[in-house]
């Protein structure tokens, strides 16, 4: 079993509808949550991080975390094209504090 | 623009040659980190240093040689490379090494490595 795990995709949604990615980990011990955005050709960047249970918003973008069921998503509300690239899960535990785990990551792409 | 910077942006290199990849962040960071990201694989991270001290190296191949002369510069050395090396090389820092915001990483454009 992979440490982080996310959907493989690839995921394409419609301009304006809600993309909805999701991510599930395995070591219990997770502390801190993030997810980046990387589009193509380019380095990660930081969308959301969230550490305890619940929705944390951010503009278009929601981060859910449950860490009863080990899992933490991503939602983007009214997806644009701009939104089109591969979103990377993170997560951090007590065991490996400073050491990201990543997921495979999952492409979106959003179509006009 | 991140607040790293990494050069350079592309190489090519025999496998008998030795180059070195070099990263510089200017937020006042005290962690940095090597990742190697290759075609589709997830991002591995190869090595943190927290304050100058090397913290976590993740049975990277002794062909790669990281150094930390400070807390804004990061290299990496590289020697007799294989094919199998050729990536994109991410460099990225944080706050520090540590749990919730401290580890947010700031990540740098990368260097496209490609080993002939």
């Known amino acids: 079993q992979k440490e982080v795990e996310q959907n493989s995709g690839p995921l394409s949604v419609p301009e304006g509808a809600i993309a909805s990615l999701n991510c599930t980990y395995s070591d219990r011990g997770s502390q801190s949550f993030f997810w980046y955005r990387q589009y193509s050709g380019k380095s990660p960047e930081l969308i959301m991080f969230i550490y305890s249970n619940g929705d944390k918003e951010d503009g278009r973008f929601t981060a859910q975390l449950n860490k009863a069921s080990q899992y933490v998503s991503l939602l983007i509300r009214d997806s644009q094209p701009s939104d089109s690239a591969t979103y990377l899960c993170?997560?951090?535990?007590?065991?490996?504090?400073?050491?990201?785990?990543f997921g495979d990551g999952t492409t979106l792409t959003v179509k006009p | 623009e991140t607040g790293v910077t990494q050069t350079p942006r592309h190489l090519v290199m025999g496998m008998t040659n030795k180059k070195s990849l070099k990263c510089e962040q200017h937020?006042?960071?005290?962690?940095m980190y090597w990742y190697k990201q290759s075609a589709k694989k997830p991002l591995e991270l190869m090595f943190v240093y927290n304050f100058k001290e090397q913290t976590e190296n993740n049975s990277v191949p002794s062909r790669f040689s990281p150094e930390c002369p400070n807390s804004s510069h990061l290299f990496l050395h590289l020697h007799t490379l294989q094919p199998e090396d050729s990536a994109l090389y991410l460099c990225?820092?944080?706050?520090?090494?540590?749990?919730?915001?401290?580890?947010?990483?700031?990540f740098g454009a990368g260097t496209r490595l490609s080993v002939l």
């Open positions: 990225a820092s944080s706050q520090e090494q540590g749990s919730l915001a401290k580890n947010i990483q700031y």
């Open positions: 937020l006042g960071h005290n962690a």
């Open positions: 993170a997560v951090n535990g007590v065991g490996n504090a400073g050491k990201s785990t």
